[in-house]
């Protein structure tokens, strides 16, 4: 058996430099999305852990504390902080580019991206508006119809409810006058 040769030999050194310097410009705009995505993801990560850091100081109110531990701490601090800022500016490109990639298309009309199905003509749109208005119309010819027969069905429950009533009433007063 015979080694696999590496993967530079037989080829200039630069050879792998130029064709990722290459692939790296030709970065698309949905890979420049998700690129900023984790730069966001990774943004409120690290302002996470700077608040944890500030939660877990101690204010100095009097008591003493270790001069090393407050170095320590301000130090982290201080290294996140300068993480975020670079990670702002990372964000800040990755924006610029996604921006200067879409600077040149046309922006789509909202109702052309809502898919419907097209009528075959113009004539047939205002016979559509005019059966869309009388199929309207009839709709709230029955929700009239349905609300009139649920008022009626409501006084019906309303006078079934008063005549419980008078009965329990009637009930409980031959009750105490047998007591």
Same mark, same amino acid.
């Given at each position: 058996?015979?080694?696999?040769?590496?993967?530079?030999?037989?080829?200039?050194?630069?050879?792998?430099?130029?064709?990722?310097?290459?692939?790296? =410009?030709?970065?698309?705009t949905a890979s420049l999305c998700r690129?900023?995505?984790?730069?966001?993801?990774?943004?409120?990560f690290r302002t996470m852990e700077i608040?944890?850091?500030?939660?877990?100081?101690?204010?100095?109110?009097?008591?003493?504390?270790?001069?090393?531990?407050?170095?320590?701490?301000? &130090?982290?601090?201080?290294?996140?902080?300068?993480?975020?800022?670079?990670?702002?500016?990372?964000?800040?490109?990755?924006?610029? !580019?996604?921006?200067?990639?879409? &600077?040149?298309?046309d922006p789509v009309p909202i109702e052309?991206?809502?898919?419907?199905?097209?009528?075959?003509?113009?004539?047939?749109?205002?016979?559509?508006?005019?059966?869309?208005?009388?199929?309207?119309?009839?709709?709230?010819?029955?929700?009239?119809?349905?609300? !009139? !027969?649920?008022?009626?069905?409501?006084?019906?429950?309303?006078?079934?409810?008063?005549?419980?009533?008078?009965?329990?009433?009637?009930?409980? &007063?031959?009750?105490?006058? =047998?007591?």
């Open positions: 058996m015979s080694t696999p040769p590496l993967a530079g030999a037989g080829m200039p050194p630069g050879a792998f430099s130029g064709t990722q310097a290459q692939a790296a =410009r030709e970065v698309n690129i900023g995505q984790e730069t966001v993801q990774d943004i409120v608040f944890q850091l500030l939660r877990n100081m101690q204010l100095p109110n009097g008591v003493t504390y270790h001069t090393a531990t407050y170095q320590d701490r301000l &130090a982290k601090l201080q290294e996140h902080l300068r993480q975020l800022s670079i990670l702002f500016r990372k964000l800040r490109l990755v924006y610029d !580019k996604c921006n200067e990639n879409c &600077a040149g298309l052309q991206l809502i898919p419907y199905v097209e009528e075959d003509g113009f004539k047939h749109d205002d016979r559509g508006a005019a059966s869309q208005l009388r199929f309207a119309s009839e709709e709230r010819r029955e929700i009239m119809e349905v609300n !009139k !027969k649920l008022k009626q069905k409501n006084q019906q429950l309303k006078q079934i409810m008063d005549q419980l009533r008078n009965l329990i009433w009637d009930i409980n &007063a031959m009750l105490a006058m =047998r007591n």
